[in-house]
């Protein structure tokens, strides 16, 4: 299915602007470690707006699965991509709650932690939406 896979890429997208936003923040390492240069908030926004637009994809294809698709095949991918769904929303919240609290260690360790289930349940939706191309 196509629009897993859209997700799958927009996903990986999202994940790299992450990691460089980490990259422009306190949280890049050692106090002497050098940063990447951008501006943590512009970096941040970007970042942000690419998550809306992963959310705004993900809705998108669960339409198309309930206008497309039927049985047990609109059921099992259906259930993975509500699954992803609340994964990337979970994560944009524990997003949003370490931007606006001032990064604290914790919630940036959430965030990474997130970051990894994000990941792995967009791979989960881009399998199952491959196997029932099929």
Known sequence: MLTSRAVLLLT???????????????????????????????IAILHADMVIALIFLTIGLLIALRLGESGDTQSKITRTAVIFLGVVLAQGLIGYVQYFTGLPELIVAAHLVGATLVWLAACNLAIQGRIFAR
């Open 12 to 42: 990986f997208l999202v994940i790299t602007v992450g990691t460089v936003v980490t990259g422009s923040g306190p949280h890049a390492g050692d106090i002497k470690a050098p940063r990447t240069g951008f501006d943590p908030r512009t």
